[in-house]
């Protein structure tokens, strides 16, 4: 698994909304072995620490050849995130492509206490 790398926010006294969006993510069907597509987005309100894009995007490259259920994706994405971010607020959510007719979107939130 890719390291997620962080930098200082810079305006850590002001809530302000990040959104990261990543529309190519690819991951496995853990029953079939066939690819999954979709677009994952993250939004946080960061407290002391914001996640840099380059190790975000290789933290989700890295799901590229797992065998991952949507909903158990979305929640480790969460706390992976939460973990090296430790942010006011966050929100992952996964919009994955029609399969078999079906559309699926997962969203996970957190909050601090």
């Known amino acids: 698994?890719?390291?997620?790398?962080?930098?200082?926010?810079p305006h850590p006294n002001r809530d302000y909304v990040i959104t990261h969006v990543a529309p190519e993510f690819t991951s496995v069907c853990p029953k079939t072995g066939q690819p999954d597509f979709g677009t994952i987005t993250?939004?946080?309100?960061?407290?002391?620490?914001?996640v840099e894009l380059k190790s975000l995007k290789f933290y989700?490259?890295?799901?590229?050849?797992e065998g991952v259920f949507y909903e158990d994706l979305v929640n480790r994405i969460l706390d992976d995130l939460t973990a090296a971010l430790q942010p006011r607020r966050m929100t992952v959510r996964g919009e994955?492509?029609?399969r078999g007719g079906m559309h699926s979107t997962?969203?996970?939130?957190?909050r601090s206490q």
């Open 1 to 9: 698994m890719a390291e997620l790398e962080t930098f200082d926010n």
């Open 42 to 50: 993250v939004e946080y309100v960061a407290d002391k620490l914001c």
């Open 60 to 65: 989700l490259q890295s799901f590229r050849n």
């Open 96 to 98: 994955f492509t029609p």
């Open 106 to 110: 997962i969203t996970a939130e957190y």
